[in-house]
Structure formats: C-alpha cells, structure tokens
C-alpha cells in the first residue's frame, strides 16, 4: 500500500510533536513546581532536575528542597527519586510500581512548646482531603513493589529547651505493599549519629489489619538522655549503652491490642553528681518481659537480673547526705 506524500507529512509532524513534548514536558513540569511551590504546598520549593520516560514508565527527580515556612532554612531534602511504573499493568486496571527508590533524605524537625514545623502541612493537606467526596465506581487495584530508602538523616531539635537528636544513615527496604489481602514486609536499619543501632522487620497482613515487629537494638548510646535526666537529678554526668530484643504485635487502629515481650539489657551504667563522684553505677541490669500491653498498664515481668551493682552513700555529721540533695530539681517540679 503506498502511502501519500500529504500523509507521510501529517505521520512525521506527529512523531515530531510527541519528541517534543517528551522533550520539553519535564522541563515545563519542572518550572511549574519551582514557580509554584508556594501555592501547592505553602513552602518554597526547589528541583534542580527532572526526567520522565513516557514509554517506559521511568521517572527521576534530583536536588530536591522544601523550605521552612519561612525560608529560614531547609525542611525537607533529597539528592534522587526514582519512581518506575509498569504501564502494562496499568492497562489491566492495576496502578503498579515496580521501584521507588530514595537516595539521601534529609529532614529536620523543630518542636516548639507543642508546635512542630510541619504542623502547618499536616493542617493544609488534612483540610484538602475533607474536601474530596469519594467517587463511585470499581476500585482500582494498587501495588508499590521495592521500595527503598538509602543514609536517609532525621534531625530533632526542641528549641525551647535546646535539646537535639540525630539519626544517620537510615535504610528501608520494603519489598512490596499490597492494598489488598496480600501480607506486607517492612525491614528499617537504622544507625544513630551517638552509637548503637536499630533493625527491624515488620510484617503487616492488609486483610486481617495486623502487624508483628521484631525490633532490634545494639549497643544504643543513651548518654543523649542525661539532659532529661537532670530535670529531676542534679547531675553531673550520666552514662549507659542499651540492647534489647522485641517483638511488638497488635493491630491497627486498636492500642488497646498492642502488645509486647523481649529482653531489656542496659549496661555500663553510671550517675555522677556534681562533684565527679559516681554515687551508682553497675555493669549490666537486664530485664525479661514475659508480656505488656501498654494501654492497660500490664506488665509482667519474668525477671530482673542486676551484675555488680555499685552505690555510694555518705551521711554527715549534720545528718544530710550525699543522696538527698539530687532529688532537688524533682521537687522543684513538682511544686
């Protein structure tokens, strides 16, 4: 069949029109969200680069930045995102992602008195969802497989008090979610910027609506903890390294389900006053609980084993002691 010189003309501009777009498209989308970040969000936003290929599904998103309500500084970040879909399952009615992949986020928390700095998001997004009315219709099936986050940095800062934490390379892998009746496995490593480690794995059933989380805790630095310690103990100096091993169960939306046992070891422990003087120390306490449910406040606990418990006493000619004066900043707030 020959094809005329007219329609080999329409068929190239076609072709050339669908490259341009292709071309151009992420450039425009790009623009719009630096332009417009202020009205879709309320923050500032910044995206150095962006890619899409509409054949394969393939999207990759670079040098991404949201600012604090204010500009003062930078709330959210990300050096990539990589988000594949499976358009072929799309065309089954199934909205498919075969990867989601995070390089190098970084989020800073604030905390000011009972305000935090997302708490405006929160109120936004919250609000535009009330205002969606559900559509009637056959719902559409969704999958999100291989998601990951890699050295992933969560910072927490309480202004008022000055009190600040920080998480280092965190990784997530989840192989898949499900939302449908199919089970959903979760694992998080987690590394803190003072020592110690976290793991865990999650495995969550979509139909049942429960979970089971084996968590993981190795050698936790929880010197960190001496600033909330000294609102009830004139110390000086604290000191203690925490692993645990956990399985927590329940089910969503039901506190009242959630459910917990494992082993508590904290070792290397001391408390110095303001003299330098180690008034307890000890190398080990470790703790077996056989069941807790938080929400009852149950707790039964197998055992508690202490290694070499160490406590200095002193009393004086006065008849005070070296003990009593710690418990001042306690009753300061309790009065």
């Known amino acids: 069949m020959k094809i005329s010189k007219s329609l080999k003309i329409i068929l190239l501009s076609v072709a050339l029109g669908i490259c341009l777009i292709v071309i151009i498209a ?18 500032k936003l910044e995206l150095g680069s962006l890619y899409h290929n509409p054949i394969t599904g393939y999207t990759r998103l670079r040098d991404f930045k949201m ?53 405006d998001l929160a109120t936004r997004f919250m609000e535009e969802d009330s205002t969606v009315s559900e559509e009637e219709g056959q719902a559409l099936d969704i999958e999100l ?5 890699v050295n992933g940095t969560l910072g927490f800062h309480e202004l008022a008090t000055e009190r600040q934490w920080l998480f280092n390379d965190i990784d997530i892998a989840i192989p898949g979610l499900y939302f449908d009746n199919q089970a959903t496995d979760v694992d998080l490593d987690l590394t803190l910027r003072d020592g110690g ?73 001391y408390l110095e006053d303001q003299e330098g003087q180690r008034f307890l120390s000890g190398d080990k306490v470790t703790t077996l609980i056989q069941e807790a449910i938080p929400m009852k406040q149950s707790v039964i606990i197998e055992s508690i084993a202490i290694l070499s418990p160490s406590i200095f006493y002193e009393m004086y000619q006065d008849s005070t002691d070296n003990i009593s004066p710690l418990a001042v900043s306690y009753t300061h707030l309790r009065a």
């Open 145 to 149: 497989n291989n998601i990951s986050m």
């Open 197 to 269: 480690e976290l793991l865990s794995n999650t495995e969550y059933n979509n139909e049942l609506g429960t979970y089971k989380i084996n968590l993981q805790l190795a050698t936790i630095n929880l010197s960190p903890l001496q600033s909330y310690i000294k609102d009830y103990l004139d110390i000086s100096d604290f000191g203690a390294t925490l692993d645990a091993e956990m399985q927590i169960s329940g089910e969503v939306g039901d506190l009242d389900q959630l459910k917990l046992k494992g082993t508590i070891d904290v070792s290397d422990y």
């Open 26 to 43: 992420p450039f425009v989308v790009k623009s719009y969200i630096n332009k417009n970040g202020q009205e879709l969000t309320g923050r």
């Open 67 to 119: 600012m604090e309500q204010q500009d003062t500084a930078v709330f959210l970040s990300f050096d990539t995102l990589v988000i594949n879909l499976d358009l072929y399952k799309m065309l089954a009615g199934t909205f498919s992602i075969s990867e989601i992949r995070l390089a190098h986020p970084r989020i800073q928390i604030n905390k000011l008195d009972t305000i935090f700095n997302y708490t």
